[in-house]
T-cell receptor
Framework: QQPVQSPQAVILREGEDAVINCSSS?????VHWYRQKHGEAPVFLMI???GGEQKGHEKISASFNEKKQQSSLYLTASQLSYSGTYFC????????????WGAGTKLIIKP | NAGVTQTPKFQVLKTGQSMTLQCAQD?????MSWYRQDPGMGLRLIHY???????DQGEVPNGYNVSRSTTEDFPLRLLSAAPSQTSVYFC??????????FGEGSRLTVL
């Protein structure tokens, strides 16, 4: 039961904002967000735990709606370095160590 | 500061051959895991370990074996390689339920 990420891809101009969504049909304990550039390993962005806590990391923030089992990643004033594929990994209530990953959202930032 | 080291980075096998992907971490992390990444499918968990001597199956364990004799090492063995195992493999470690530190990846092609 892979979480569903949307959109699958998005193209932005530098300075524009983007929202990436991650939705699961399972009861979640956590949502993890990673960014991967082509040919490289995924890099950690943030973890959100059950409780609806919103987290921030410079101009990248995220929210977790535990009632809807949804998380959103917000990228504001996008920079060229934000380009890459964004993945959400979901941890379920009874299997925290087994993250289930979405298929990814490809983000392209143009100058 | 090596982090997570995977070897080899590239490997070509013939169908039926066996091989071992090596993974070592120097951060004293208890949790280690192996993922495979295929185009359009995100990361899928193969096997994971929560400590030396303890391993468990993930989503796609068939055709792979693991062992965890030390905290540092977590090798992944392909028993009899098949073309369906052509993929990019990532090893990751963490202190527990937190940020995953990934190795650089091993690109495997099975002919």
């Amino acid at each position: 039961q892979q979480p569903v990420q949307s959109p699958q891809a998005v193209i932005l101009r530098e300075g524009e904002d983007a929202v990436i969504n991650c939705s699961s049909s399972k009861a979640l304990y956590s949502v993890h967000w990673y960014r991967q550039k082509h040919g490289e390993a995924p890099v950690f962005l943030m973890i959100l735990l059950k409780g609806g806590e919103q987290k921030g990391h410079e101009k990248i923030s995220a929210s977790f709606n535990e009632k809807k089992q949804q998380s959103s990643l917000y990228l504001t004033a996008s920079q060229l370095s934000y380009s890459g594929t964004y993945f959400c990994g979901t941890g379920e209530e009874d299997s925290n160590y087994q993250l289930i990953w979405g298929a990814g959202t490809k983000l392209i930032i143009k100058p | 500061n090596a982090g997570v080291t995977q070897t080899p980075k590239f490997q070509v096998l013939k169908t039926g051959q066996s091989m071992t992907l090596q993974c070592a971490q120097d951060m004293n992390h208890e949790y280690m895991s192996w993922y495979r990444q295929d185009p359009g499918m995100g990361l899928r968990l193969i096997h994971y370990s929560v400590g030396a001597g303890i391993t468990d199956q993930g989503e796609v364990p068939n055709g792979y074996n693991v062992s965890r004799s030390t905290t540092e090492d977590f090798p992944l063995r392909l028993l009899s390689a098949a073309p369906s195992q052509t993929s990019v493999y990532f090893c990751a470690s963490s202190t527990g339920f937190g940020e995953l530190f990934f190795g650089e990846g091993s690109r495997l092609t099975v002919l």
